[in-house]
């Protein structure tokens, strides 16, 4: 079992900047890669961005150029720092863990079919 529990969700004004954390504990090791989530009020859960074993990253379009992923060298804590941010970004924002592996030269997949465990979510809210 893995255990996930996220914090550093905040409110914060069109264009400003906030740091999630994520605290892994657990079989870490049986974990293939990790990924962020979000879920906005009567929207489906969407993958933002994953990282794997070997520090590979898989960014979706719209936050790839605005959001970083990233991991502590013991694999305890992911973290997800995201700057300008939009009102659009206001939603839950969960961490999740994927026992599965990333296939050997490709980036690992930011599917919510293929995390098996997740937090219980942090709350961003970005106003105009």
């Known amino acids: 079992q893995v255990q996930l529990a996220e914090s550093g969700g905040d409110s914060v004004q069109s264009g400003g900047s906030l740091r999630l954390t994520c605290v892994v504990a657990?079989?870490?090791?049986?974990?293939?890669?990790w990924g962020w989530f979000r879920q906005a009020p009567g929207e489906e859960r969407e993958g933002l961005a994953a990282?794997?074993?070997?520090?590979?990253?898989t960014y979706e379009d719209s936050v790839k150029d605005r959001f970083t992923i990233s991991m502590s060298a013991a694999k305890d804590t992911l973290f997800l720092q995201m700057k300008r941010l939009k009102p659009e970004d206001t939603a839950m924002y969960y961490c999740?863990?994927?026992?599965?592996?990333?296939?050997?030269?490709?980036?690992?997949?930011?599917?919510?079919?293929?995390?098996?465990?997740w937090g219980q979510g942090t709350q961003v809210t970005v106003s105009s």
């Open positions: 657990g079989k870490i090791d049986s974990v293939g890669y």
């Open positions: 990282i794997d074993y070997n520090g590979e990253t």
């Open positions: 999740a863990a994927s026992v599965l592996a990333s296939m050997p030269g490709e980036n690992p997949p930011v599917l919510v079919s293929d995390f098996q465990f």
